[in-house]
């Protein structure tokens, strides 16, 4: 029995840390993962080519988030 809210919480959360330290993660080029900027290849999907801009990083960070809990950010806005 999962709790489909918890994990909806914890990847918001998860982006709210990336969106703040960027610079620490790359966003994988193959599957879309962000993962932790020292990672060599994507534990996901074994590319080893990332875009580590700060920009990629937050806007990627922002649409996993989005598509999680879509209804809590768009009440965030307001
Ligand atoms: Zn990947």
New binding site residues.
Partial sequence: MSAPDESKDQRVKQAEKITTHPEQYKV??????I?VARAVT??????YRFDATTERVVTQAKNLAKRSAHSVLSSDMT
């Avoid at 994988?28 to 993962?33: H, N």
């Avoid at 994507?42 to 590319?47: E, F, G, L």
């Fill in positions: 994988c080029e193959g599957c879309g993962s993962v994507c534990p996901s999907c074994h590319a």
